[in-house]
């Protein structure tokens, strides 16, 4: 079979969709990641979006059954390739690649395993380490692993690697596809929405790599940061207005919020800190009212004060003003919402 044909006979359990758009420079090698795989039962399906390079003659130089290819006939984009993709996946899971990443051998094999285990589960990633464009190891990460974790995570910011994901594809029936009027926070807008209505995961296994190159999406994170943002403002007044709490305002400051929960506050004002501390714990108030039963929601609204009251002592720096704001956060998250056991009633 030639890499362009389509196979008629059964349909594979996995689709492995990779969009690419000139690139020639590390497709190869991600090619031969997936086709490496020790889990076999899959189809690789590759979008060209009217590359310009070497690509076709890279993806038509292997002989190998399982490898789809299909041709755009203009550039369209990620997002509508991916959908274009999405339309033809002929498998019951679809796992995502990007054309300069890389599956470890056994990727597919610990996820099929875990979502053929887990029927209410939509989606699962995994660990995974960055590399630079030699291939060098820069770090690992593990990110949150339980689909609690990862609800409250996603209302801020991204919580998978888009390149690790293997997700269920009945469930975009439910949840919908990628939205093509976002240029590169499409993943983690899929993912908010898959998790309105499934149970989602990560294993803490390392299972693929992130390769930071030029032209990787991190490398234009200026451009990235407002999608994300919009994206996460969404998300909290999706969880706001269903609690039956006000939205929130137009400017919430998800930039900060990013930084009390996931990154370091000492760069933000003082000012800053105090409010978007404020908004954190009402957004919290709605996320366990409406995720948690009673008893769970004092203990998480406990771990998040402790989160926040260590950032913000961080910022302390030899001054009182940190460790202050420390203690008034614990103070009033010690305040606990009166209308905190409502979702029991």
Not at 226 to 249: F, M, T, W
Request: with cysteine; hydrophobic share 40%; charged share 20%.
């Amino acid at each position: 079979m030639t890499p362009g044909s389509v196979a008629t006979d059964s349909s594979p359990h996995v689709t492995v969709l990779m969009p690419v758009y000139n690139g020639e420079r590390f497709l190869r090698a991600a090619l031969e990641s997936v086709l490496g795989q020790t889990y076999r039962d899959l189809e690789l399906l590759v979008v060209d979006d009217a590359s310009t390079d070497q690509t076709r003659a890279i993806v038509d130089s292997f002989d190998d059954a399982r490898l789809r290819v299909l041709a755009n006939p203009r550039n369209l984009g990620l997002p509508r390739s991916l959908n274009r993709g999405l339309a033809c996946a002929r498998g019951t899971y679809v796992a995502r690649h990007d054309a300069d990443d890389l599956s470890h051998p056994e990727r597919l094999a610990h996820q099929v395993v875990y979502l053929d285990g887990h029927p209410q589960t939509a989606l699962v990633g995994s660990a995974y380490v960055e590399i630079d464009e030699h291939g060098r190891h820069m770090r690992t990460r593990t990110p949150p692993c339980h689909s609690l974790e990862l609800r409250w995570m996603l209302l801020f910011q991204n919580a998978f690697m888009h390149g690790s994901v293997l997700l269920r594809r009945s469930a975009l029936v439910v949840a919908g596809v990628f939205d093509p009027t976002l240029a590169y926070a499409q993943d983690y807008d899929l993912w908010s929405r898959l998790s309105w209505h499934f149970e989602l995961a990560n294993l803490p296994l390392v299972l693929a790599s992130y390769r930071h190159s030029d032209h990787s999406l991190t490398s234009t994170y200026g451009k990235v940061g407002e999608e994300i943002y919009a994206v996460s403002r969404r998300n909290v007044a999706r969880l706001l207005g269903d609690s039956g709490s006000p939205a929130p305002s137009p400017r919430f400051d998800v930039e900060a919020a990013q930084s009390l929960l996931f990154g370091r506050p000492a760069t933000l004002p003082s000012g800053r800190r105090g409010s978007a501390v404020a908004e954190i714990l009402r957004v919290q108030d709605a996320f366990a009212r409406s995720n948690l039963g009673t008893g769970e929601r004092l203990a998480h609204r406990a771990r998040v004060a402790r989160q926040l009251a260590a950032q913000l002592a961080s910022t302390a720096d030899g001054r009182r003003a940190g460790w202050l704001d420390a203690a008034m956060v614990l103070a009033r998250a010690a305040r606990v919402p009166t209308r905190m056991p409502a979702a029991d009633q």
